[in-house]
């Protein structure tokens, strides 16, 4: 079956780095954008970052841009998240999830992982 797993996710401080890792089994992973969003409590959940297929074309959400970089390694069917410069605003649980478009509007994503907790805090 489908199955995406978030991994990497703890606490920093603020100004640390993280990398978080989503590994995809039961599709063909190279058919599928690949998105991260995140949930803050008490918030809507909303898109972060999202990886096309093919020529890797990437997109970031204005509030992460030029901190995090979404990367894709076909081979291991596994996409990234590098998240540098981590501020307090960066917590939330964040996940992965997979869709057949270019977009960060979650309706379009299917197959959800379970998420992993990134807490920034001194």
């Known amino acids: 079956q489908v199955q995406l797993v978030e991994s990497g996710g703890g606490l920093v401080q603020p100004g640390g780095s993280m990398r978080l890792s989503c590994a995809a089994s039961?599709?063909?992973?190279?058919?599928?954008?690949i998105g991260w969003f995140r949930q803050a409590p008490g918030k809507e959940r909303e898109g972060v970052s999202y990886i096309s297929v093919g020529d890797g074309s990437t997109s970031y959400a204005d509030s992460v841009k030029g901190r995090f970089t979404i990367s894709r390694d076909d081979a291991k069917n596994t996409v990234y998240l590098q998240m540098n410069s981590l501020k307090p605003e960066d917590t939330a649980v964040y996940y992965c999830?997979?869709?057949?478009?270019?977009?960060?509007?979650?309706?379009?994503?299917?197959?959800w992982g379970q998420g992993t907790q990134v807490t920034v805090s001194s």
């Open positions: 999830a997979r869709s057949g478009i270019h977009t960060l509007r979650l309706r379009y994503y299917d197959s």
């Open positions: 039961g599709f063909t992973f190279s058919y599928y954008h």
